[in-house]
């Protein structure tokens, strides 16, 4: 499912229009490349992204698993910045958490068991 998939490692919300990061896991491709919450998109290998919607943003990375690079112009405090981020295969313990957490939302024990 997960086994060999590229991950970015941040969260992102839409800010109607754009797109801004909410947060970014930590030791995640994103965090070590300098991408930080409240960062405003600009634009994602050469798109801009100033009033694209979070769907449009995932295509654009499932676009980009292939090679894993990014390029990203961000706005940081009324600045732009470029970004370069490589997105990184999930880790077992990544997959493990997910699965876990998707199990424990989507599936109840089965009787009320706890």
């Not at 991950?7 to 970014?24: C, F, R, S």
């Not at 998109?41 to 090679?67: M, P, V, Y």
Request: net charge positive.
């Amino acid at each position: 499912m997960l086994s060999g998939r590229r991950y970015l490692g941040a969260t992102i919300e839409d800010k109607n229009p754009g797109l801004v990061v909410k947060a970014v896991h930590e030791n995640g491709p994103a965090a070590r490349n300098g991408l930080r919450p409240g960062d405003r998109l600009i634009a994602l290998n050469g798109k801009s992204l100033t009033k694209a919607t979070a769907k449009e943003f995932k295509q654009l990375l499932a676009d980009a698993r292939e090679t894993g690079r990014l390029f990203m112009i961000i706005s940081r405090r009324n600045a732009y910045q470029k970004l370069e981020i490589r997105l990184e295969p999930y880790t077992k313990e990544q997959i493990s958490k997910i699965i876990a957490a998707h199990l424990s939302m989507n599936h109840p024990t089965p009787g009320g068991a706890h």
